[in-house]
């Protein structure tokens, strides 16, 4: 409707409420006795789901020809487990898909992996500087490659909509030219 923004605003503290109220239901079912007995599971199903999930975000990325920086961002970013889990798992242990051990289980290593995230961020970002140097050194490259036969040409810095004009211009003139843009 036209006042989306004002019922937006409206549920917002409620947003946040009910946001609260999900987590601390979530993190009252989970049996402290049975993750201190089952920390060994707890953190093999951990580490197998963010390794699996950041492989394949990667794999992902990569065949979509995102850079290498990008990439491992976003695989680190994305590795933990959502709280999408607390609400599929919650109905397959009440109909007896999934013994309530197990469920607390997996409970526990998508509440780790969501406290991980913010480090999972970091470790990230460290990691992918060391492709983007590599990366920037090869894109200049490229374009020095592209760049050599250029003489007496005109550097147009800014190729927005005055920058198009000259450029246009410059073209109809049979000048060469480079423009430079953000």
């Known amino acids: ?32 006795n049975l993750v201190f007995d ?15 999930k950041a492989i394949i975000i990667f794999g992902l990325c990569k065949a979509f020809s995102i850079s290498t920086y990008t990439t491992i961002r976003v695989a680190m970013l994305l590795a ?11 109905p397959a242990v009440l109909q007896g898909y999934i013994d309530d051990d197990t469920a607390q289980v ?9 406290a991980l995230s913010p480090f999972m961020a970091s470790w990230g ?18 374009s020095k490659d592209e760049l050599d036969d250029l003489r ?13 004009i000259v450029g246009r211009v410059l073209t109809e003139r049979m000048i060469p030219f480079v ?4």
């Open 179 to 182: 423009a430079i843009d953000h």
């Open 38 to 52: 089952n920390a060994g599971a707890i953190f093999f199903v951990l580490g197998t789901m963010m390794f699996v």
């Open 152 to 164: 007496e040409h005109i550097i147009i810095a800014g190729y927005g909509r005055v920058g198009k």
């Open 80 to 90: 933990a487990g959502g709280e999408f889990v607390f609400i599929l798992l919650k």
């Open 125 to 142: 970002k460290r990691l992918g500087d060391k492709f983007l140097d590599a990366e920037a050194e090869a894109k200049i490259s490229r």
């Open 106 to 114: 997996i409970f526990m290593a998508v509440a780790i992996s969501m």
């Open 1 to 32: 409707t036209e006042y989306r923004h004002q019922v937006e605003a409206d549920i917002q503290p409620f947003y946040g409420l009910l946001l609260g109220l999900f987590f601390m239901s979530i993190g009252m079912s989970i049996d402290l």
